[in-house]
């Protein structure tokens, strides 16, 4: 092989480096866009579930009260029923 030759395929290879790095690149650009969508989504999911444990916990609150309320009620009308 000689000096030509030699030269030839050192080009071959560092075109082809050049390709796959560039190609690289591309693909590290696409995933970084990627990574920020669900990054984003979430943040979105994070803020739903708080606002849904808000809910929950208002409901509870709601259900603890009602159920307060139907044992007064309980208690007078057993009271009434001894009388």
Excluded: C, P, Y
Aim: charged share 40%; no cysteine; glycine share 2%.
């Amino acid at each position: 092989m000689n000096i030509d030759e030699r030269l030839d395929r050192l080009t071959e290879r560092h075109e082809a480096l050049t390709l796959t790095v560039e190609l690289l690149a591309v693909d590290m650009r696409d995933l970084a866009a990627d990574v920020r969508e669900v990054v984003a989504a979430q943040k979105e999911n994070e803020k739903q579930i708080g606002e849904l444990a808000v809910f929950i916990r208002q409901l509870s609150e709601i259900a603890l009260r009602h159920d307060n309320r139907l044992d007064n009620h309980d208690n007078r009308l057993g009271k009434l029923e001894e009388k």
